[in-house]
């Protein structure tokens, strides 16, 4: 299962080399720390997928996998955490465009689109330790403010509708909405004991759980 993970800018320390250069440096991921996801990645996460790959690790926008912004010229782990190099194609419109966000400081900060290989985590104490990671994609992303605008009708109903587990709707909660763990964990629970009292009443019906979602999702925006 694809996961993302945002680091902030100023965290990440992106850094736009000087004058009219395309290219910047900064971090994607650091060690140590436990995040909102209440996971902390190992300074060896990165070594399998950093020596054994086969192709490139694509720089995109916003995680849109059809926008190639640039690409990578340098990745490395170091004791900070995963050290990032890259290059924006020149003579792109969106790239020429980032390039003057990153200058400007009013990107988010970059985030990775990763999977674990198999036994890649191991949960100590309530946190997930990520110790093997299949890096797939970097993003330059540009988060809005209020993460909860981006939740509408559609995206709701999508999101239920595709929807394997349970799971999938927190990760969706996290990755989309902006929810922490915890909190992604909450509003599910509380959405599966209502849609299991109408399940006993022979009314479960999935657009009264989106109904549900929406208004839980409005009141969030009200607080």
Do not use: C
């Not at 250069?21 to 990165?46: K, R």
């Not at 330059?140 to 595709?162: C, F, G, I, M």
């Amino acid at each position: 299962m694809m996961e993302r993970k945002l680091l902030n800018y100023d965290t990440a320390k992106i850094a736009m080399d000087t004058g009219t250069a395309m290219t910047f440096s900064g971090y994607a991921s650091t060690f140590g720390n436990v995040d909102s996801y209440n996971d902390t990645i190992l300074p060896t996460a990165y070594e399998k997928t950093l020596t054994n790959r086969k192709n490139p690790v694509l720089m995109h926008y916003q995680h849109d996998w059809n926008v190639v912004i640039g690409k990578f010229i340098e990745l490395r782990s170091d004791d900070y955490g995963l050290f990032v190099k890259g290059e924006l194609t020149p003579g792109h419109s969106l790239a020429t465009d980032v390039a003057a966000s990153m200058r400007h400081g009013t990107l988010s900060g970059l985030s990775i689109g990763y999977s674990l290989y198999d036994n890649g985590s191991k949960n100590v104490n309530g946190v997930r330790q990520l110790s093997d990671i299949n890096l797939h994609e970097i993003s330059v992303v540009v988060t809005p403010a209020d993460n909860y605008a981006r939740v509408d009708q559609s995206s709701v109903k999508s999101a239920l509708y595709e929807a394997k587990s349970l799971a999938d709707i927190e990760d969706w909660l996290r990755d989309s909405v902006g929810f922490s763990r915890q909190a992604a964990t909450t509003l599910v629970s509380k959405i599966k004991n209502l849609s299991s009292d109408l399940v006993k009443k022979d009314e479960f019906d999935v657009k009264i759980i989106e109904k549900m979602f929406e208004n839980r999702l409005k009141s969030l925006k009200k607080d």
